[in-house]
């Protein structure tokens, strides 16, 4: 099982960013997504999920209305569209075949500073 996140970066507050995650080595198109962040001297934490056909999405609070998760099945890639991002934002970001992230790749880092 391969998961690998790209798209991080330095981005302002209030700006966006769109993270993949490209994945192989499982059957996608039946696996529940989830996206995971790590904030600097804090723990993991789940902010959004998807269903495998993409039907149904959750997310965190903290990331409700600002984050966008999506998936392209045909193509075996996991998304996070991040908008109005804010400083709190600012963690290392994992893609996850579940949503306490014992199985999830290496993450990418975003910044989110002025």
């Known amino acids: 099982v391969q998961l690998q996140a790209s798209g991080g970066g330095l981005v302002q507050p209030g700006g966006s960013l769109k993270l993949s995650c490209v994945t192989s080595g499982f059957s996608f198109r039946i696996t529940p997504m989830y996206w995971l962040r790590q904030a600097p001297e804090k723990g993991l934490e789940l902010i959004a999920g998807?269903?495998?056909?993409?039907?149904?999405?959750h997310y965190d609070d903290s990331v409700k209305g600002r984050f966008t998760i999506s998936r392209e099945n045909v193509k075996n890639t996991l998304y996070l569209q991040m908008d109005n991002v804010e400083p709190e934002d600012t963690a290392v970001y994992y893609c996850?075949?579940?949503?306490?992230?014992?199985?999830r790749g290496q993450g990418t880092l975003v910044t989110v500073s002025s």
């Open positions: 996850a075949t579940d949503d306490r992230g014992d199985f």
């Open positions: 998807i269903s495998s056909a993409g039907t149904t999405r």
